[in-house]
């Protein structure tokens, strides 16, 4: 895109000249390596007036019937899906991932509307039998409070949205710090936001939904403050355990999503076509840049041979090129320091005897400022801990193995636990896997990638990864207080556990 098409779209996500002129912090576009805009970042006071206006929304908004709240939800999946084109260009530019990718990306932010919404009815607590006669038992969930939401540059607006939708439809304003590398997706979002509240009407309340844009301080006084009941925070697992200790420090509860370090399990009994496109895509997809990527690839060694120079021939086929164009599948990493630490692990993979293929940088003469690379595959001799760690490209380790207690041991190996795959026919190594001594992670897949998961489900993982789960299934709980209340009906004072206690 020219630097007047840059322009038209910010025009159409309502993001005017203004607000891309007189900043002071310089946004780049990994697309091809320019500033496209300097926008204004929150300094600490405007973080306060920020935390003292959600405390007022969330004074007023706690009281807004669930299934109310639930309608402000309905209507920014709506907006989403009529903004959904100006939206995920907005995310490419900002962040390089290809056109179809940001478009998905889009809809899984409609995809968790739709969820609370139906959600927002559904905020079950449970009655319980109590032991004490004429008495009555129940749970109620209540709102918590304003939630902070720390995002990274990768999923710049589907991360916000599993917070948010579920945060607004269970009664709490949100304050969201994105990644300071990806500000213009977050303007564009609080742009939409903004709609939804005036068309939503006066209940409303102003500071519902906020973005502050900066830097790691502004994260660090998130997680400090006493009024944040709750920090959601998604990135690398040393800000986690900055946060985590923070937050933890002063009683507050977070929900972290940290690093991953993915493998895929392919034994003898795998459908290989279908591996090797899984492979590609959970692989190369996002050029390596999801938490779910894959990143180890642990091979029988049987079908070795038969797998793995298929997966190097998908690998040179793999289009490469600018993440606006049709059919592109690998666009650019999110900068120079991202491909210069790409470049370093495979130089410690070749020294440790690793067998190196591709990873070279791809398209320097269109893109001299940008960071295109080929995708790398590394045959390595073991699980080293260069292997142990995630680097965030498109670097596919790969391992043999013999028996498949060696597979799952190696799967298991590595700090993170975030998502796992199994590729097998063979249900006796599936339902393995899937068992209580099979994969250690939050996500266990049969017969497909790690990557890509559905909103349904919860997402998160164990370990270092954090231990938190967003989206689906019952991921909500962690966005209310849970009340247990005993109600008493009779004329009588019975004790639990049978205690008498008669003055
Ligand atoms: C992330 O990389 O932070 O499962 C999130 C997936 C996506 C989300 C990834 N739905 O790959």
């Known amino acids: 895109m020219t630097n007047h098409e840059y322009r038209v779209a910010f025009a159409a996500a309502g993001i005017g000249d203004a607000e891309i002129e007189a900043g002071d912090l310089a946004v780049t576009t990994p697309v091809d390596g320019t500033v496209i805009a300097h926008v204004a970042t929150c300094g600490s006071s405007d973080l306060k007036?920020?935390?003292?206006?959600?405390h007022r929304a969330f004074e007023a908004w706690r009281m807004v019937p669930a299934p109310r709240r639930g309608e402000w939800v309905r209507l920014l999946g709506e907006t989403l899906r009529e903004e959904k084109e100006t939206l995920a260009r907005i995310v490419t530019l900002d962040c390089g991932k290809v056109l179809q990718e940001a478009r998905g990306e889009v809809q899984e932010m409609i995809d968790i509307c739709d969820f609370a919404v139906g959600l927002s009815r559904q905020l079950y607590g449970r009655t319980i039998a109590s032991e004490r006669p004429g008495h009555r038992m129940l749970e109620a969930w209540h709102p918590l409070g304003p939630v902070a939401v720390i995002s990274a540059f990768n999923f710049p607006v589907a991360v916000w949205s599993w917070n948010a939708a579920l945060a607004v439809a269970c009664g709490n304003p949100v304050i969201w710090k994105p990644s300071e590398r990806t500000?213009?997706?977050?303007?564009?979002?609080?742009?939409?936001?903004?709609?939804?509240?005036?068309?939503?009407?006066?209940?409303?309340?102003?500071?519902?939904?906020?973005?502050?844009?900066?830097?790691?301080d502004l994260g660090e006084e998130l997680a400090r403050n006493q009024r944040i009941p709750l920090v959601s925070a998604t990135g690398s697992t040393r800000m986690g355990r900055q946060v985590a200790g923070t937050v933890a420090a002063r009683f507050g509860r977070s929900i972290l999503e940290l690093g991953g370090n993915n493998a895929m399990i392919v034994t003898p009994a795998a459908d290989?076509?279908?591996?090797?496109?899984?492979?590609?895509?959970?692989?190369?997809?996002?050029?390596?840049?999801?938490?779910?990527?894959?990143?180890?690839?642990?091979?029988?060694?049987?079908?070795?041979?038969?797998?793995?120079?298929?997966?190097?021939?998908?690998?040179?086929?793999v289009p490469i090129g600018s993440p606006f164009e049709e059919g592109t599948?690998?666009?650019?990493?999110?900068?120079?320091?991202?491909?210069?630490?790409?470049?370093?692990?495979?130089?410690?993979?070749?020294?440790?005897?690793?067998?190196?293929?591709?990873?070279?940088?791809?398209?320097?003469?269109?893109?001299?400022?940008?960071?295109?690379?080929?995708?790398?595959?590394?045959?390595?001799?073991a699980q080293s801990t260069l292997v142990a760690t995630e680097t965030f490209a498109p670097i596919l380790y790969v391992l043999k193995y013999r028996e498949f207690d060696e597979a799952i041991a190696l799967q298991n190996g590595v700090p993170q636990g975030l998502s796992s795959a199994i590729m097998s026919t063979d249900l006796r190594e599936t339902e393995r896997f899937l068992a209580a001594a099979g994969s250690d992670c939050g996500i266990a897949n049969v017969n497909i990638g790690p990557s890509g998961a559905e909103i349904g489900g919860a997402f998160g993982g164990e370990k270092e990864t954090g231990g938190g789960r967003e989206s689906g299934s019952d991921a909500w709980k962690s966005y209310m207080r849970r009340q247990t209340t005993t109600i008493n009906y009779s004329t009588d004072l019975p004790l639990a556990q049978g205690v008498t206690f008669k003055p």
């Open 49 to 54: 007036d920020m935390i003292e206006r959600a």
């Open 183 to 216: 500000p213009l997706t977050a303007m564009a979002v609080q742009k939409i936001c903004d709609q939804v509240s005036s068309a939503f009407g006066d209940d409303a309340p102003p500071g519902l939904c906020q973005i502050a844009v900066g830097g790691p």
């Open 272 to 317: 290989l076509d279908l591996a090797v496109r899984a492979i590609v895509f959970s692989a190369v997809g996002t050029a390596g840049q999801r938490c779910t990527s894959l990143r180890r690839l642990i091979v029988h060694e049987d079908i070795y041979d038969a797998l793995v120079p298929r997966v190097r021939e998908a690998y040179r086929k």
């Open 329 to 381: 599948l690998l666009g650019p990493l999110y900068d120079r320091d991202a491909r210069d630490a790409m470049r370093s692990a495979l130089e410690t993979a070749h020294r440790e005897g690793g067998i190196v293929s591709g990873g070279e940088p791809a398209l320097l003469d269109r893109y001299p400022d940008a960071a295109y690379v080929t995708p790398a595959i590394v045959e390595m001799p």
